[in-house]
């Protein structure tokens, strides 16, 4: 029975008190609601805030990166057990800190790693552009990302990652990927590079969202596909309405699903 996993990456929006109004806001449509994971990634200076205003709340909290050396001279960055005392998981790997600040495959491992060290949950995220998309390489790109940025990781610890399929073209552009190019990549691509690694039994439990212009309207449609397990949101998580239908959605499919089963 699947279990969908619904984050919003506040991405560099809300200062601290803009985002208690927005939990404020938020936090009473999303009562009640026990067979969805709900998460929120604001940023750094206001987690804190967020921690202490969802507690209690099952909502979680998370980091948008980290860094993958212990301590030192490393200005402007935050270590992963600096994180882990605060928040529950991170996000590594998204597009644009690779578009942005050189991320790389392999710099988005070594973040992974030093997540895991310490006990964080992880989102890593993967995705092809516009161009390697109308070039029909999404599977060549999603297959190096996914092979290089697991590299190393054990089944037991691949429990606690998710990953996040985040075609560039459609993050913050309204242009969502239909529900089955979405899934066809999730079941067709991402799920049996997990089975290669980890195993049938780890792959069939490890969690692949859904990234780019998810919406409330688009949102069932979109959780109803075989494999997609939920969804990373970027503009609609900034809206109390909008984050809270798009997990309203995923708990109908939910209810839908165990009904069927």
């Not at 909290?61 to 994180?83: D, H, I, K, R």
């Not at 882990?84 to 690779?98: K, L, M, N, P, T």
């Not at 999603?142 to 985040?166: D, H, K, M, P, S």
Request: hydrophobic share 50%.
């Amino acid at each position: 029975m699947r279990r969908f996993f619904v984050a919003g990456n506040w991405k560099m929006n809300k200062t601290i008190a803009e985002a208690r109004d927005l939990m404020n806001a938020m936090l009473p449509l999303l009562a009640g609601i026990d067979n969805v994971d709900i998460a929120i990634t604001p940023v750094y200076l206001a987690v804190p805030a967020m921690v202490e205003q969802c507690r209690s709340t099952g909502v979680k909290v998370g980091a948008q990166n980290l860094f993958w050396e212990a301590s030192g001279a490393y200005t402007g960055e935050v270590a992963a057990a600096m994180v882990a005392e605060v928040c529950d998981f991170v996000i590594v790997g998204h597009s644009e800190r690779r578009k942005y600040f050189g991320e790389t495959d392999e710099t988005v491992n070594r973040r992974l790693k030093a997540a895991l060290e310490v006990g964080l949950e992880v989102i890593v995220c993967i995705g092809e552009t516009l161009e390697e998309n109308e070039a029909g390489l999404t599977a060549a790109v999603v297959t190096r990302q996914l092979t290089e940025g697991l590299a190393g990781i054990t089944e037991a610890q691949a429990a606690a990652v998710t990953i996040a399929y985040e075609p560039v073209w459609a993050i913050g552009t309204g242009r969502a990927a239909t529900p089955e190019d979405a899934n066809r990549v999730h079941r067709d691509v991402i799920r049996p590079l997990l089975v290669a690694q980890f195993g049938e039994a780890r792959a069939e439990q490890m969690r692949i969202q859904y990234g780019g212009s998810v919406t409330a309207e688009n949102a069932h449609e979109l959780f109803s596909m075989s494999d997609i397990d939920g969804a990373l949101v970027g503009g609609a998580s900034l809206k109390a309405d909008s984050f809270a239908g798009i997990v309203k959605a995923a708990s109908l499919v939910a209810i839908a699903d165990r009904r069927a089963s």
